[in-house]
Every structure is written in C-alpha cells, then in structure tokens.
C-alpha cells in the first residue's frame, strides 16, 4: 500500500511538474535542481493528503460506536474527612450488553488518583462509612451481603446479611443503625387465589396505577427496615417503619436511597413518599415526608400541609435545622422547587428561595451549617448557588457554557460532577471562596483529545410574540460557512426540561454535529430557567405558542448561507415527539424530513391509556370528555392536522412505553402509510420510554442517521 502511494505520488508530482514549468524552463534546469523540485512537489501533496485524510477521518470519527465507548462518571462523594472523593465510572460491553463499574478514589491532598482495587469483591452501591472505608452489597443467589473495605486494600469485613429483596442500604451518621429497603409483598399472587390455575396468566386490577411507565403492578411494594449495629455487625431482627401499610416506602419508579435520610443525633429515620395508591396517586403529586421516631417506634408527618411533591429531606450538620425540597402546587410535577428549612427548636419554617425566580434540582449544607449551596438551571445551564442563611441573600457561583450534576461539599472545596453537549461528565472541585473551578479527572481523554469538535453557539432569536428565545446552534466541526449544511430541528421533551448543556447518550449533538448537521436547539416555551412564567407557559398551550417557537428559531437560522433551506428535518421524543407530529400538520414545507421517538399523537386516546393522570390533568385540564376541555384537546392533538401531512417521517416506540404508550406510534405510522407518505416505524418491543439496551440503541442510531441519510443527505 505504501509502495503504490509513494509510486501515486511521483506520478502526480511528474504531472504538476512539466505543466508548470515550459519546455526551455525544464531544460535551463540540473538534473540536481529537477531532482529537489520534484521532491518538494512531492512533499506538498504527502502534506496536501494527509491533510485531507486527517480532515475526512475527523469529520466521521465520532460515530454511534465511539459514542458507546465513552466511560460514564458518577459520583463524586467527600469523605468524612474530606480526604477522598469516591467516585464510580462505567464501561458498556455491547457486545455482552453488561456493564462494568470500576471505583476510584481521588486524594484531595495528594490531588492524585488511585483505582479501590481488591481481590475480594465486585463493588455495588460503594458509600463512605468512615474515614477510609467505604460498604459495599454483594449479592449471593439468595442473600444480600453488606461489607467494607479499607481504601487502602485489604481488610474485609463483612456486616451483615440482608434478604435477597433488599434494594439497597444506607448507615446512620454514627453507625448505629442501617435502614434498608426491601421488596415485601403485600396482597396475595393469581396461583394463591387461584390454586387449580397454576397456568393461569392474567392481571386483576380494581383501581388505577395498574401499570407505571415500564412495569405492571404486582403482589410486591417497597418498604423500609431498620437494623441495629453493634461493634460494625447488622443484627438479624429488622423493623418495618411503616407498619401494615400497603405502600411504597419511597415513591416509585425513580425514587431510592436519596429520599431516605437519618437525623443527625440518630433519633428519627426520615423518608419522602405518597402514602397513596389506585386513583389517588395517580392524581395527586402530595407526596410527603415522614419521620419514624427510632426509640418510640412511631411516625409522624412533618410536612404536613404542603400539598405538592416535598423530596429531599436533610438536615444540617449541626442538628439544628430539617429541610427539604417543596412545590406548592398539587398535580404540576414541573411547579418551582423551593428549599425549605425548619428551624428545630422553633419548629418555624423559611422558604429561602421563594423570592428567587430559579427552581432548585438538588442542594447541600455545608459543613459548618452556615451555607446552602444548591443547583439551579438558568439560560439553559445548570450551575451551581450558594446561600448565606445569616444574610440570607444567594449569588451564583459558577459560570459557563457546561452543567453541574452534583455537589459533595467541603470545608474550602466543593466536588461536582460536570458535562456539556461535547463532553461527558468528568470530576471537578470548585473553590468556595472563588467560585474558580478545576478539572480532576478526564476520564475518556484517550477517546476524545485527539478529535476535532463542533462549536456551540448561544444565540437570542426573536419569538411571534417578540420575547427573547435562547436558542443552541451547533456547527459540524471543520465548519466551512461557504459551504451548504442540512440542519436538525431539536425539540425537547419534558415537556418542562431545559435545552441545557446535557451529553445525552441517545440525542446527542456532538454526535449529529460530526454527521454533518448543524443542530438548532431552542428552549422554547415551557423550558425551566428562564423565569417561572416561561415555564409555565405551555401548559394547556402545547400546540400554540411552543410551535411558534420552533418556526422562529427555524426561520431566523435559515437565513444564514450556510444553512440548505431545502433541507431542514424535525427531531425529537416525548413531548418533542408530539412536536414533531405537530410540526408535520403545519411546517408549510419548512422541513424535509421528520423522525418522532415515542411521542404523543392522539391527545384523546393517550389520556385514556396513561397512568400519572396528574401530568395530563395539568397539561390538558382534565378529561376529554368535560365540555370545558374540548377547545383544548382539539387544539392541541397532531392528529387533528393529519390532512396536511406530505412529508418523510420515522416513527420510533417502545413496546414497554405506558406512559406514552406503543399506540400513540402505531396510530401515527398508519396514518402516514394511509396517506402514502414515505414513512417507517422502528419498534423496539422490550424497550420503555427510552432506549437502554446497548445493542438497541446502537441500532437506534443506525436507523436514526440512515433516515435522515435518504431524506435530507440525496
């Protein structure tokens, strides 16, 4: 191969040479002078090709492949001492369709990392204890077994054993007691009621939440057990803390260990849940938080009259104060979220962030219990805000085109984990007094450094209404604005989610970037971080004001030369599916293609066969069948505007979607393929709301950039 480019590459230079210099000019040259231009000439194209290779494999390196390939960091927890931070990062085998989830600890002092190493273990659920150890579970076929292990290597000790429906565990602050969650099953099976049936396969539902999102009802709940420890080992009597009550412990099916948390003087075991079942919590977002006083063996509602989700409960390290995360609407999931405080010995509560127009995704005292530090998305970033409770004023601390995920805070640093649309999430600490922050850990530097990136521009585009519209527009890298580029319509899903600096491992825009689109991302109505009255906005109004968004972003973009007009598709899933099918109904051929990933269509059918009827009650205003609703189903269904469907569309679903459930996709291909507009369903029958098997979403990838490969590439 060599050999044949070395002979290419005489040649060429053979040919440039004697139609550049004339016949008298050659001969007026040595033989010497021939010789050393020719090789000149040939090391101009050596260059001129390398170049060209290097631009051509740039462009096309960053593939579905590559992008199943990255390590994906989590984590990221300070230990007592603030020594070490323990965090975890995966690697995906697709082939296998397993993961493997490798432990490191970073040395806050030595500010160097080491992998937890042991013979022993395959670590699951790895959290401090004390200083350097960190417990770990250990499932065996019919037992879940709690242990630690030194950091430093060695020194196993194993605690307890736990039933093998134990979810997970957490120790109290002083090691006293550990609190699990276990499935524990509350009614009796079909084979139990029916013993002569032992074929029988059916379910028997008198009341609604039959099914959530991707699981069917069953015989099961989750509930919480409290143990004792003494001198490191788990007793064997477990006590259930929430007494003949046929309820989760924390609320399903995303809920864990995060809404259970210990009081600091180890006296009350505390947990957010919706002490509700049938049509009451399929209505009703009045989660609370209850205290289980350890000594008495008795709860207690401690936020009692707030009537939306109240998550999160906390308490400061001091033992002062109890708070929590608080939305005062009951039925709107996307409400503000406030940090609310309880002062102990007053029992006075203070809404800190009532008079701030953020809404709070987490938050964390800091170890002198003088300061708050919380997550808030603003302008499409999720950054990071401190709270001084004496002066009771914030400001924001960090700054930038990225997202912070979590917080660990210490003394004089705090420990975050952070991404962007180019990057996934690595480790950083963030100084307290500076807000200066500073990358630990660049875990796929072997896969990325080496690549060319897309550039991701912040534009404010003009909306119908003249609002201001933060809206993401991302360039293919090697961007050539005298060239002509497709383009790709994002909407976003939620519908209340923010277009923020997310690496999504489905839609991601580096990924669609490198394929050659420049990706138009607007946070359009209904997005968080722009006010409260932004985000909420869109409800009851998803096919008004949120489309006209989509078209004044579309239509201002397009006016730059490097965008091809006619060649401008619409991507999106959940809600953004919905948009997509909407768009469809009435784009006036600005779009060129469409692909909709588990979106709603028939806005009738899906209130009748969704389960948190909440979302639909809110987003809707209730059933389809009150006269007071009617205007609103008919002006927001997409397949209202079916008759003016005529343009390419991919329909993507999931056959274990219920809340958005496989018809709403069925539905919409047959009325493309009714109409003869080319279309295709990609279908994933094991598959929910997202795509989460490696080789499924591989395929999914495929198929997603095969589509628009027909459609807006020929």
């Known amino acids: 191969m060599i050999r044949r480019l070395g002979i290419l590459m005489r040649s060429l230079s053979e040919k440039i040479f004697y139609k550049t210099h004339s016949k008298s000019k050659r001969e007026l040259l040595s033989s010497h002078e021939k010789s050393k231009t020719m090789k000149k000439l040939s090391l101009v194209l050596v260059l001129c090709l390398i170049s060209v290779l290097l631009v051509n494999s740039q462009t096309s390196s960053f593939t579905p492949e590559l992008l199943w390939k990255l390590k994906r960091l989590s984590g990221g927890i300070l230990s007592p001492n603030e020594n070490y931070v323990l965090y975890k990062v995966t690697s995906i085998d697709v082939e296998k ?20 190493n042991s013979p022993f273990l395959k670590i699951s659920q790895p959290r401090w204890m004390s200083n350097y150890r960190i417990a770990f579970t250990e499932r065996k076929e019919n037992e879940v077994e709690i242990a630690s292990v030194n950091v430093f290597g060695g020194d196993r000790k194993v605690h307890g054993v736990l039933p093998k429906t134990t979810l997970d565990y957490k120790f109290s602050p002083k090691e006293n007691y550990l609190v699990a969650l276990q499935r524990v099953k509350t009614r009796p099976t079909l084979q139990e009621q029916y013993s002569d049936l032992p074929k029988a396969n059916a379910i028997i539902s008198d009341d609604l939440m039959y099914r959530h999102w991707d699981t069917w009802k069953d015989e099961y709940n989750t509930q919480l057990f409290l143990y004792g420890v003494s001198d490191g080992n788990i007793s064997e009597n477990g006590k259930n803390l929430i007494l003949n009550e046929p309820f989760d412990a924390v609320m399903p099916p995303f809920s864990g260990m995060e809404e259970i948390t210990f ?33 008495k063996g008795t709860t207690e509602n401690w936020t009692k009259g707030y009537i939306g989700y109240d998550t999160h409960p906390t308490f400061s390290p001091n033992g002062e104060y109890f708070s929590w995360l608080s939305m005062k609407r009951d039925g709107f999931e996307s409400d503000k979220n406030d940090i609310i405080i309880r002062d102990l010995k007053s029992k006075e509560d203070i809404n800190l962030t009532e008079e701030i127009d953020l809404t709070v995704s987490s938050f964390s005292w800091s170890p002198d219990s003088k300061t708050i530090y919380f997550i808030a998305v603003t302008n499409a970033t999720y950054q990071v805000f401190e709270y001084d409770l004496k002066k009771r004023k914030y400001e924001q601390l960090t700054d930038g085109i990225f997202n912070y995920n979590s917080l660990s805070i210490g003394a004089k640093e705090i420990y975050a984990t952070r991404q962007s649309m180019l990057v ?14 500073e990358q630990l850990t660049d875990v796929n530097e072997d896969l990325l450094d080496d690549l060319p990136k897309p550039t991701v521009e912040k534009r404010w585009i003009t909306t119908s ?23 790709l319509l994002y909407c976003q899903g939620g ?50 004001q949120p489309m006209r968004d989509y078209i004044a972003a579309v239509d201002e973009v397009k006016k730059e030369k490097y965008i091809d007009a006619n060649r401008i598709g619409a ?27 588990c979106g709603l269509f028939n806005m009738t059918s899906w209130y009748g066969s969704t389960e948190e009827l909440f979302f639909a009650n809110w987003e809707l205003g209730g059933p389809y069948w009150k006269e007071e609703n009617k205007t609103i189903y008919e002006n927001n269904s997409p397949h209202h505007l079916v008759a003016n469907w005529d343009t390419p569309i991919l329909v993507i679903h999931g056959g274990k979607d219920y809340r958005v459930p496989d018809t709403q996709g069925l539905e919409a291909f047959q009325a493309a393929k009714i109409k003869g507009i080319k279309s295709r369903l990609l279908y994933f029958p094991d598959e929910n709301h997202w795509i989460l098997q490696p080789q499924n979403a591989l395929l999914w990838q495929r198929e997603f950039y095969k589509w628009l490969d027909e459609t807006l590439t020929k």
Not at 527 to 544: C, M, R, T, V, Y
Not at 573 to 595: K, P, Q, T
């Open 97 to 116: 369709e397993k993961g493997s989830t490798d432990i490191f600890i970073y040395d806050t002092k030595a500010k160097k990392t080491f992998q937890l």
């Open 263 to 295: 009081s600091t003087d180890e006296e009350y075991v505390l947990y957010a849940t919706k002490k509700m079942n049938g049509n009451d919590f399929a209505t009703s977002t009045n989660s609370e938080i209850y205290a289980y006083h350890i000594p």
């Open 424 to 437: 996934p999430t690595d480790l950083f600490s963030i100084s307290r007094k500076k807000g200066e922050a």
């Open 465 to 487: 209404d003249n609002k201001k519209m933060l809206t993401w527009v991302i360039l293919p890298p090697n961007f050539d604005e005298s060239k002509k580029y497709p383009s």
């Open 495 to 544: 519908p209340q989610s923010a277009v923020s600096q997310f690496f999504s491992y489905r839609w991601n825009f580096r990924l669609m970037a490198e394929q050659g689109y420049v990706v138009i991302a607007p946070n359009r109505r209904g997005l968080p971080g722009f006010g409260q009255e932004w985000n909420d906005a869109i409800s009851k109004d998803w096919g008004g």
């Open 571 to 597: 991507v999106g899933a959940s809600y953004g599916g919905f948009s997509v099918y909407y768009l469809a109904g009435m784009h006036e051929g600005r779009f060129s293609s469409f692909i909709s990933h």
